[in-house]
């Protein structure tokens, strides 16, 4: 389930848990509440790699970007991994902090669908 991650990365979920920011606040309110009685984890580590909300009965990840994903270099690593996430089974979708914190209905709406 966690793909050989490290100690390290474990540690570094950790604290991502108690520092959350708010767009992955509002998505955790949502997600924490079972949808469809699904199970979803918190910064879940998998390899080398924290992934933001992962439900592992339906191998999905849900990731909330914030600015700095638009970045260049950002955009090149998160292309690998989601590739490697992909080639390990998991399926990846990505909400920006604009969208979840000014049209979460939209995301609400899209993570229910995919859900189901």
Not at 5 to 26: C, G, H, Y
Request: charged residues 35%; hydrophobic residues 35%.
């Amino acid at each position: 389930m966690h793909y050989g991650a490290k100690s390290q990365i474990f540690d570094n979920a950790r604290k991502l848990r108690e520092n959350m920011t708010e767009p992955e606040k509002v998505v955790w309110e949502l997600l924490r509440k079972r949808p469809l009685g699904l199970k979803f984890r918190r910064q879940h580590p998998v390899h080398i790699y924290i992934l933001d909300f992962y439900c592992h009965e339906k191998r999905l990840s849900i990731e909330v970007d914030g600015g700095y994903h638009i970045d260049n270099e950002q955009v090149a690593k998160d292309l690998e991994r989601t590739s490697f996430i992909n080639q390990i089974g998991i399926k990846e979708i990505r909400f920006s902090n604009d969208q979840v914190l000014n049209h979460f209905e939209k995301v609400e709406l899209e993570i229910k669908k995919i859900l189901q």
